[in-house]
């Protein structure tokens, strides 16, 4: 069971183009979405997160979009660069009162090539 | 910096070997987290602990066991290694449940 739903797996934009990778969850029990980039050979790393009672975050060039009540979130890259060729994984985090507090659960991962 | 270190960045088994992968975190975090990366499935939560001999399943553990011993070490045993465990596996760290994961740079299973 998928918890967490990400989309699209591969995504191939030119340099300058604004890629958009879109997260739907089910348990409202979630408290606090992060975005994570991998490089290839790396671990991943957290890019930037937003907590559900904000509808937008933008740090740099990253943008975090979520929507509540649909129960989606999504990373949208300005003028993207060639340097942000990576995997992008969105991810949730139960929050307090259970005994899964601070489990991250992840999506299945989005492939990002940016094109000269 | 936090520093996430995972012993082996690539290892070979056999079928049936009992496979020991260590991971090693120096920034006295209490949390502490084994995930397996697989293409199309993105990662998944094997096993975490939250402290020095706690430990709790995660979505997959069958196949799997752990140990923690000390804070900064959280090992993952693979009691007979089996091919579906071929994969990507990462260990990551976090001060407390509500803080940002730091994660190690992964060892890639084969098990043959």
């Known amino acids: 069971q998928q918890q967490v739903k990400q989309s699209p797996q591969s995504l191939i934009v030119q340099k300058g183009g604004i890629p958009i990778i879109n997260c739907a969850y089910e348990?409202?029990?979630?408290?606090?979405f992060p975005w994570y980039q991998q490089f290839p050979g790396k671990g991943p790393a957290l890019l930037i997160a937003?907590?559900?009672?904000?509808s937008e975050k933008k740090e740099g060039r990253f943008t975090i979009s979520f929507n509540k009540s649909a129960k989606q979130f999504s990373l949208h890259i300005m003028d993207s660069q060639p340097g942000d060729s990576a995997t992008y994984f969105c991810?949730?985090?139960?929050?307090?009162?259970?005994?899964?507090?601070?489990?991250?659960?992840f999506g299945q991962g989005t492939i990002l090539t940016v094109h000269p | 910096d936090v520093k996430v270190t995972q012993s082996s960045r690539y290892l070979v088994k056999r079928t049936g070997e009992k496979v020991f992968l260590e991971c090693v975190q120096d920034m006295d975090h209490e949390n502490m987290f084994w995930y397996r990366q697989d293409p199309g499935l993105g990662l998944r939560l094997i096993y975490f602990?939250?402290?020095?001999?706690?430990?709790e399943k995660g979505d997959i553990p069958e196949g799997y066991s752990v140990s923690r011993e000390k804070k900064e070490r959280f090992s993952l045993i693979l009691e007979s290694a089996s091919t579906n465990q071929t994969s990507m596996y990462l260990c990551?760290?976090?001060?407390?449940?509500?803080?940002?994961?730091?994660f190690g740079q992964g060892t890639r299973l084969t098990v043959v």
């Open positions: 602990s939250y402290d020095v001999k706690m430990k």
């Open positions: 348990n409202t029990a979630f408290d606090y």
């Open positions: 991810a949730a985090r139960r929050g307090a009162g259970g005994t899964s507090y601070g489990k991250l659960t």
């Open positions: 937003i907590r559900p009672d904000v």
């Open positions: 990551a760290s976090s001060s407390t449940p509500n803080t940002e994961a730091f």
